[in-house]
């Protein structure tokens, strides 16, 4: 569901000072009441640092950093402030488990993401849990690199009669869910109950999304298990993740193309599970089998658009609260705003060839300015098309979808329901700055998921008909077979 890589910045000055431990906890704490901002000293000693924002670099930065260093600095707030921390730049020598240089991150007692930083990746940004952040950077006397840069700030931490906003901003927690966006990014209205009246509404959901302030959430995070009714995994018949898709209706699922042009993964070795959650099973999933699968007829690769898929399933889904389908929105229906906070999910790697997860993530990503997003995928040869869009921070990277993730839904709330706005198709590896994820467009596909689920009901019509005449099943299987393309 996420990863992050490097990218350069400038603008920044250091500061060389060296001072005792004590010394500096006193001069920081007349730093921290006198100015907004502070520097971290560049030795390696013990550093307190109380100012409500600063910066930290690795000694020397720009220039590399020395041979032979430990060092450790403390980021200290009281305790009605939340640390943000931000990660600018990363370049430590990278080996297997970082074993020779490294960042680790701590909030309070608990390594940030769990483990080590080296390499060029930039680690995703966090808001702290605790009211004391250290950062300990150590070198062997092998080789060095440019070092690293963060900085940190700080905020009120909200009150607990108030909802946190994803901006850090606090409301008072009866305007949450009260059908009005008061936080910037309308998030007040996304964490919430949506009942359905009928089984089978769409873009309805009983558990309530929720994205916690920790140190999780800037990549992505677990999701609460049937706050996503109409995710759908689709595995092979080993049970290996394949891709996700959408319920859309009782018995198709939206998918991406891309997710059925190996010939090695036709149709017939794939399953879908709807209801699921743990990635190796839940209880009370949906077992599904495919009866077929349409591939979208201009699809040629991810990137030249049209990655868009239907599969047709052999029985109907069991419509209940954990398995409902989404609603598709209709071309023009809605214009997306750029910053309107969406929402992928999925089973995908959680950093760009990294680890799976156990669960389903959850990722919010700000639909971002097409025209920037064009410009950058051009320069890779790669433009867009009008049917694809991007979501995801634009400069700072951190949060995207990744492998894994591909036709599962980009989601977005629209008034009190959820509608799919995008299908997850590519990306360059995941969360690059300037690199946001990109979707095919739902909306301008409506005609065709139209046209492609009316011909499937008549091939189910075909299929009831010619099995209460008792005809051969298998001229369905041909007909079935005709309509499917790869
Ligand atoms: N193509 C990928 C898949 O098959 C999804 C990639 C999405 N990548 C991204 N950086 N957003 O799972």
Redesign the pocket.
């Known amino acids: 569901m996420w ?1 992050f890589k490097g990218h350069r910045t400038t603008g920044y000055v250091q500061m060389n000072v060296s001072l005792a431990v004590l010394l500096l906890i006193f001069v920081n704490a007349v730093l921290a009441q006198n100015n907004q901002s502070e520097t971290a000293s560049a030795d390696c000693s013990i550093d307190v640092l109380t100012a409500p924002s600063g910066n930290i670099t690795s000694p020397g930065y720009p220039e590399s950093y020395a041979n032979n260093l430990d060092c450790v600095w403390i980021i200290s707030r009281p305790s009605d402030q939340v640390i943000v921390i931000t990660f600018h730049q990363i370049l430590l020598h990278e080996t297997p488990s970082c074993l020779n240089d490294y960042l680790e991150v701590y909030n309070g007692d608990e390594k940030f993401t769990g483990r080590r930083f080296c390499g060029g990746r930039l680690p995703p940004n966090f808001a702290a849990s605790r009211s004391n952040v250290r950062v300990v950077f150590h070198s062997d006397d092998s080789r060095s690199f440019k070092g690293f840069y963060l900085s940190w700030t700080s905020t009120a931490r909200c009150s607990t009669n108030q909802y946190t906003c994803w901006d850090g901003e606090c409301i008072s927690d009866g305007l949450q869910c009260d059908g009005i966006k008061d936080c910037s990014d309308g998030e007040d209205e996304i964490e919430c109950v949506y009942q359905a009246s009928t089984p089978g509404q769409c873009g309805k959901v009983s558990v309530a999304p929720q994205f916690t302030w920790d140190p999780r959430i800037v990549g992505g995070n677990a999701a609460v298990p049937g706050s996503y009714v109409w995710i759908a995994m689709i595995t092979k018949n080993d049970g290996t993740l394949q ?1 996700s898709g959408t319920i859309i209706n009782h018995n198709t699922i939206l998918s ?1 193309a ?2 059925f042009s190996d010939p090695r993964t036709a149709p017939s070795i794939l399953v879908v599970y709807v209801g699921r959650y743990d990635i190796n099973g839940s209880q009370g999933e949906q077992k599904l089998e495919i009866a077929s699968v349409v591939v979208h007829e201009d699809y040629r690769s ?1 990137h030249k658009g049209s990655d868009i898929a239907l599969i047709f399933l052999v029985r109907p889904i069991l419509f209940q609260s954990t398995v409902r389908p989404i609603c598709l929105p209709s071309l023009g229906q809605f214009e997306l705003i750029e910053g309107t906070q969406c929402i992928a999910v ?1 089973w ?1 790697q959680l950093e ?1 060839e990294g680890a799976i997860p156990d669960r389903l993530y959850q990722v919010r990503l700000p639909i971002t300015n097409q025209n920037f997003c064009n410009i950058s995928y051009s320069k890779e040869d790669t433009p867009l098309i009008d049917s694809q869009l991007c979501a ?1 921070d634009l400069t700072k990277g951190a949060k ?8 599962g839904p980009l989601s977005c709330l629209f008034g009190d329901t959820w509608y799919q706005v995008g299908v ?9 700055p300037g ?4 979707y095919t467009k739902v909306s301008s596909f409506q005609q065709w998921i139209q046209d492609t689920v009316a011909d499937s009901e008549n091939v189910y019509k075909l299929f009831t008909y010619k099995l209460a005449t008792a005809s051969a099943t298998s001229s369905l299987s041909c007909y079935l077979f005709s309509i499917t393309s790869f």
């Open positions: 990863g891709c991406a891309h997710c991810p999925g995908g760009y995801g995207d979808s990744c492998l894994g993730d591909s036709g997850t198709s590519f990306g360059i590896e995941c969360a690059i690199f946001p994820g990109v």
